[in-house]
């Protein structure tokens, strides 16, 4: 997840409080989630998907994006 190097979690959550469309808000939660540790395996029972869903819809989808667009 190097994409997810490149930024805080602080500026996850900050982009949270300027998002208003339910599939960025999920990447950014799941974004945040896992930076605090959170497994795969977690966030797909959480989210009720399969791990390679996480990764493909939720992790893979850079969270800058949803940052720069708050």
Partial sequence: MNHLDEISV???QDALDNVGEK???QRLL???AYKSRFSRT???EWYDVQQRTIYSQYLTKH???AVSEA
């Fill in 30 to 32: 799941a974004a945040i």
């Fill in 10 to 12: 602080e500026e996850l």
């Fill in 63 to 65: 969270p800058q994006l």
């Fill in 42 to 44: 977690e966030l797909a």
């Fill in 23 to 25: 599939k960025p808000t």
